[in-house]
């Protein structure tokens, strides 16, 4: 088998019919700009999205106000029913902390494109067979093809960061008649056509406000009062250009093109949101002239320079300069021969159907690790918003969880591929984010709870959300945890470590991690014996079983609070000594502090059913395949528990993941893989990869649920269900650590570990531009389970450990050299 038919089985996402649904329909996005693309024939269905397109305005409070002094009250009133064994209190009071919901991530406008015949009608859908549909993910272009009457149709869609405007091309063997419409699930906005002076070209334009507060059970979507007649929301501008071969005619609410053989669309969009910290401006005039001049500039490229071929150009570079960073290649045999299963040539839904029940597909697991990759250089790009829970691809007003940020867990899996797959850029709109999360969560640790630093809770926004979220009567498990900050900067640690860019340590990643460090000391309590611990504690989103019979969430000093604090307090104190003679007097107080409060931690312990114990004290678990598994922190994301330095706890953390069960929602599935892999269980971990790659029940609802397992949906999106895209992420950061761990990285030493947990179904293979700590880049192949070759090199001179499972070797780097390392080389393993 050729190498280009290997790479099409590994990037290429294909089928034999259009998407019926959104969830097989094929994303699309420039990090700021993203579309659906169903691939129709008799009409096609683009759904589009701007990433700053959310409800509401910065600061803007949807719940209860607190007068000063009321928070530190009621957080010492909380403690007290705690000691006492009063947990329905200590619930009660924790309520009144509860001010409102951070706001919902926007539709902006659908465009449709339909066929007619001679009358007008629509064409009805061509043979089967003639059909193909396409998401070539090294190149990012969405396409699909047909045959109707033996007319040949080609479409292909891309959305350009290079130029900032989503494309739409298609040609056909001989001219046909098509109506292209844009419109808007918003009640408030407003649509218009228009034609222009030369032949064959037309536009349209749409301005669509976002709504004041999201769309809520019970309201009318139709509703106007929710959209705001002065502006203070984000309002969004859509300009569309279309140039054709035909003739083009404004026909009523939309555009009529005839007799065309080629038919380009281009189309951008412009808001007046700024970012977290500033209004809206509104100068939407301004807004519209850019827009127009940007859209006018490429319409000249394509009349005058032979097409939208310079355009595509332009994005597959700017694309693949990201993409190609990393290969990966799966196979089962050591040989050259081709796959049984020809899966290049199989539709990616039934290469879905025939793994999932047992036919060998190595290569599904590689397409599953790139399509992560490709979504994350979709939807997060320098100068975006941060990827939220849909990633940048949402069609509801009312989506679910409100697509915001959740940070107990999924923002930050968003971004776990981040630096091991090579795409630190990508990672920048988070660590750019954080800093205006750091000004409201500085307001909020000190009118709140009267301490010092920055914190965070469970769910965030566009706008930097950083209170406890609730209505005042709703469950603490989701709404009362203020170690978001802590948890979040684990991203701000690993960014340095992978990169060691200083000016990011001393300008912005130190400055965070400081600061939400500043709050994680103030807010330990002594405990009776001396120890230090946090209360009131929570482990996300998961309840126990009190001594009333009825389940809790509430406690003290749980396993996921005291892991997150070893971890973050760890990171600074590396961070810190890093930054050597520049340390303040102030920084090297923060470090007396915080070696004093490490000393004083309890680590994690085992329970007596041998499981790692998720609260301070043995307690019956209400939900024992919960899908969260925040007491494992410490194992993955962080770096304190693994088999080589913590046998007992890495044997107990695997009991606790065995007891937890098969099955789980998608997301939670990915991270149970990173577990695994961390924890070396290469079979476990290949296990919930193919449970993973599973797909979702045709009944399964669209609503969130946790009683259908997870899976994918059949254009690989993570199924909760339903949708969201940190499962897909976080399986790519599975993947990577399935192949290459370097947690045992230290200041001096980067530790990579080669194949340290990998699957027997992944036989041989290669990959290429994995990162490890440190700033090393590593490839490595393997034939028949043992590694061939691998090479390292390192952005400054280092020294590096290289492991694999039969050897290592010690390499002293030089900056920008490729070293390499073969078995025949190594020193006999200790």
Same mark, same amino acid.
């Given at each position: 088998?050729?190498?280009?038919?290997?790479?099409?089985?590994?990037?290429?996402?294909?089928?034999?019919?259009?998407?019926?649904?959104?969830?097989?329909?094929?994303?699309?996005?420039?990090?700021?700009?993203?579309?659906?693309?169903?691939?129709?024939?008799?009409?096609?269905?683009?759904?589009?999205?701007?990433?700053?397109?959310?409800?509401?305005?910065?600061?803007?409070?949807?719940?209860?106000?607190?007068?000063?002094?009321?928070?530190?009250?009621?957080?010492?009133?909380?403690?007290?029913?705690?000691?006492?064994?009063?947990?329905?209190?200590?619930?009660?009071?924790?309520?009144?902390?509860?001010?409102?919901?951070?706001?919902?991530?926007?539709?902006?406008?659908?465009?449709?494109?339909?066929?007619?015949?001679?009358?007008?009608?629509?064409?009805?859908?061509?043979?089967?067979?003639?059909?193909?549909?396409?998401?070539?993910?090294?190149?990012a272009l969405a396409s699909h093809h047909f045959t109707r009457d033996v007319v040949r149709h080609h479409q292909e869609v891309w959305a350009s960061a290079a130029d900032q405007v989503l494309v739409l091309h298609r040609v056909a063997s001989a001219p046909h008649t098509t109506r292209v419409a844009l419109d808007s699930p918003h009640v408030a906005a407003s649509v218009r056509f228009h034609g222009h002076d030369l032949p064959g070209i037309a536009g349209a334009d749409a301005h669509?406000?976002?709504?004041?507060?999201?769309?809520?059970?019970?309201?009318?979507?139709?509703?106007?009062?929710?959209?705001?007649?002065?502006?203070?929301?984000?309002?969004?501008?859509?300009?569309?250009?279309?140039?054709?071969?035909?003739?083009?005619?404004?026909?009523?609410?939309?555009?009529?093109?005839?007799?065309?053989?080629?038919?380009?669309?281009?189309?951008?969009?412009?808001?007046?949101?700024?970012?977290?910290?500033?209004?809206?401006?509104?100068?939407?005039?301004?807004?519209?002239?850019?827009?127009?001049?940007?859209?006018?500039?490429?319409?000249?490229?394509?009349?005058?320079?032979?097409?939208?071929?310079?355009?595509?150009?332009?994005?597959?570079?700017?694309?693949?300069?990201?993409?190609?960073?990393?290969?990966?290649?799966?196979?089962?045999?050591?040989?050259?021969?081709?796959?049984?299963?020809?899966?290049?040539?199989?539709?990616?839904?039934?290469?879905?159907?025939?793994?999932?029940?047992?036919?060998?597909?190595?290569?599904?697991?590689?397409?599953?690790?790139?399509?992560?990759?490709?979504?994350?250089?979709?939807?997060?790009?320098?100068?975006?918003?941060?990827?939220?829970?849909?990633?940048?691809?949402?069609?509801?007003?009312?989506?679910?969880?409100?697509?915001?940020?959740?940070?107990?867990?999924?923002?930050?899996?968003?971004?776990?591929?981040?630096?091991?797959?090579?795409?630190?850029?990508?990672?920048?709109?988070?660590?750019?984010?954080?800093?205006?999360?750091?000004?409201?969560?500085?307001?909020?640790?000190?009118?709140?709870?009267?301490?010092?630093?920055?914190?965070?809770?469970?769910?965030?926004?566009?706008?930097?959300?950083?209170?406890?979220?609730?209505?005042?009567?709703?469950?603490?498990?989701?709404?009362?945890?203020?170690?978001?900050?802590?948890?979040?900067?684990?991203?701000?640690?690993?960014?340095?470590?992978?990169?060691?860019?200083?000016?990011?340590?001393?300008?912005?990643?130190?400055?965070?991690?400081?600061?939400?460090?500043?709050?994680?000391?103030?807010?330990?309590?002594?405990?009776?014996?001396?120890?230090?611990?946090?209360?009131?504690?929570?482990?996300?989103?998961?309840?126990?079983?009190?001594?009333?019979?009825?389940?809790?969430?509430?406690?003290?000093?749980?396993?996921?609070?005291?892991?997150?604090?070893?971890?973050?307090?760890?990171?600074?104190?590396?961070?810190?000594?890093?930054?050597?003679?520049?340390?303040?007097?102030?920084?090297?107080?923060?470090?007396?502090? $915080?070696? !004093? #409060? =490490? %000393?004083? &931690?309890? *680590?994690?312990?085992?329970?007596?059913? +041998?499981?790692?114990?998720? @609260?301070?004290?043995?307690?019956?678990?209400?939900?024992?395949?919960?899908?969260?598994?925040?007491?494992?922190?410490?194992?993955?994301?962080?770096?304190?528990?693994?088999?080589?330095?913590?046998?007992?706890? $890495?044997? !107990? #953390? =695997? %009991?606790? &993941?065995? *007891?937890?069960?098969?099955?789980?929602? +998608?997301?939670?599935?990915? @991270?149970?893989?990173?577990?695994?892999?961390?924890?070396?269980?290469?079979?476990?971990?290949?296990?919930?990869?193919?449970?993973?790659?599973?797909?979702?029940?045709?009944?399964?609802?669209?609503?969130?649920?946790?009683?259908?397992?997870?899976?994918?949906?059949?254009?690989?999106?993570?199924?909760?269900?339903?949708?969201?895209?940190?499962?897909?992420?976080?399986?790519?950061?599975?993947?990577?650590?399935?192949?290459?761990?370097?947690?045992?990285?230290?200041?001096?030493?980067?530790?990579?570990?080669?194949?340290?947990?990998?699957?027997?179904?992944?036989?041989?293979?290669?990959?290429?531009?994995?990162?490890?700590?440190?700033?090393?880049?590593?490839?490595?192949?393997?034939?028949?389970?043992?590694?061939?070759?691998?090479?390292?090199?390192?952005?400054?001179?280092?020294?590096?450990?290289?492991?694999?499972?039969?050897?290592?070797?010690?390499?002293?780097?030089?900056?920008?050299?490729?070293?390499?390392?073969?078995?025949?080389?190594?020193?006999?393993?200790?």
């Open positions: 088998m050729s190498g280009d038919h290997d790479r099409a089985a590994d990037t290429e996402l294909r089928y034999d019919a259009p998407a019926r649904r959104w969830t097989e329909a094929l994303p699309v996005g420039n990090g700021r700009l993203g579309a659906m693309v169903f691939g129709g024939t008799a009409t096609e269905r683009l759904q589009i999205n701007d990433d700053t397109c959310w409800s509401g305005a910065p600061h803007q409070r949807t719940g209860r106000e607190l007068a000063s002094g009321d928070g530190p009250a009621l957080l010492a009133e909380a403690r007290s029913h705690l000691a006492a064994g009063q947990v329905r209190d200590a619930e009660r009071t924790l309520s009144q902390l509860q001010f409102g919901n951070t706001q919902a991530y926007q539709p902006l406008v659908d465009v449709r494109l339909t066929q007619l015949d001679p009358t007008g009608h629509p064409l009805p859908e061509p043979d089967q067979g003639s059909y193909g549909r396409c998401l070539d993910l090294a190149h669509v406000p976002m709504p004041s507060r999201p769309l809520q059970g019970g309201d009318d979507p139709g509703d106007p009062r929710r959209y705001p007649e002065q502006g203070g929301t984000v309002t969004a501008l859509v300009g569309a250009r279309l140039l054709t071969d035909g003739t083009v005619t404004v026909d009523g609410d939309g555009l009529l093109v005839r007799d065309a053989t080629d038919l380009v669309l281009l189309l951008a969009t412009a808001t007046d949101y700024v970012d977290p910290s500033t209004s809206p401006h509104g100068d939407l005039d301004t807004l519209r002239s850019d827009l127009d001049a940007r859209l006018d500039a490429h319409l000249r490229r394509v009349r005058d320079d032979g097409g939208p071929a310079a355009l595509r150009d332009a994005h597959s570079r700017d694309h693949r300069r990201l993409f190609d960073r990393v290969r990966l290649r799966l196979a089962s045999s050591g040989g050259d021969e081709e796959p049984t299963t020809h899966s290049a040539d199989i539709p990616t839904d039934e290469r879905l159907r025939r793994h999932a029940a047992g036919e060998p597909d190595p290569g599904l697991a590689a397409l599953a690790f790139h399509f992560g990759r490709y979504l994350l250089i979709a939807s997060s790009r320098p100068g975006s918003l941060p990827s939220n829970l849909q990633g940048i691809w949402n069609d509801h007003l009312a989506p679910p969880w409100r697509a915001n940020y959740t940070t107990n867990i999924n923002l930050e899996m968003n971004y776990w591929p981040a630096e091991v797959t090579n795409l630190a850029e990508c990672h920048q709109p988070l660590l750019d984010w954080l800093e205006h999360l750091r000004r409201r969560g500085t307001g909020v640790a000190g009118h709140v709870y009267g301490l010092p630093g920055w914190t965070a809770h469970h769910n965030s926004d566009a706008w930097a959300f950083a209170d406890a979220v609730g209505e005042g009567a709703d469950d603490p498990a989701w709404s009362f945890w203020p170690l978001g900050a802590a948890w979040l900067c684990l991203q701000v640690w690993d960014h340095y470590d992978f990169t060691r860019d200083r000016e990011f340590l001393t300008t912005a990643g130190w400055p965070l991690v400081r600061s939400a460090t500043e709050f994680v000391l103030a807010w330990l309590v002594e405990n009776p014996d001396g120890t230090l611990g946090t209360a009131p504690a929570t482990s996300p989103e998961n309840r126990y079983l009190a001594g009333d019979g009825e389940s809790a969430a509430v406690a003290t000093s749980t396993t996921s609070d005291l892991g997150l604090i070893h971890n973050i307090l760890t990171a600074g104190l590396r961070m810190a000594t890093a930054l050597g003679d520049e340390a303040t007097a102030e920084d090297q107080d923060w470090i007396r502090r $915080a070696r !004093a #409060a =490490l %000393r004083r &931690l309890p *680590g994690e312990r085992v329970g007596p059913d +041998g499981r790692l114990a998720e @609260w301070s004290t043995d307690v019956t678990d209400a939900e024992p395949g919960h899908r969260h598994t925040s007491h494992l922190v410490g194992v993955f994301p962080g770096t304190r528990i693994d088999p080589e330095r913590t046998p007992t706890l $890495a044997a !107990a #953390a =695997l %009991r606790t &993941l065995d *007891g937890r069960g098969p099955d789980s929602t +998608g997301w939670a599935l990915a @991270w149970r893989i990173a577990l695994r892999a961390r924890l070396r269980d290469a079979a476990g971990a290949a296990d919930l990869l193919r449970r993973y790659l599973t797909p979702l029940r045709e009944d399964a609802p669209d609503t969130p649920t946790t009683s259908v397992p997870g899976g994918v949906y059949p254009n690989l999106f993570c199924a909760h269900p339903p949708f969201q895209i940190d499962g897909n992420l976080g399986v790519t950061a599975g993947v990577a650590e399935l192949l290459l761990q370097s947690h045992l990285t230290s200041e001096e030493l980067t530790v990579v570990d080669l194949l340290p947990a990998l699957p027997a179904a992944w036989g041989s293979g290669e990959f290429t531009g994995l990162r490890a700590r440190g700033a090393v880049t590593v490839e490595a192949s393997w034939r028949d389970g043992r590694l061939v070759r691998a090479a390292v090199v390192c952005d400054a001179d280092r020294r590096v450990l290289v492991r694999w499972p039969e050897g290592q070797v010690v390499i002293d780097l030089v900056a920008g050299r490729s070293t390499e390392v073969t078995p025949a080389e190594d020193v006999p393993a200790p």
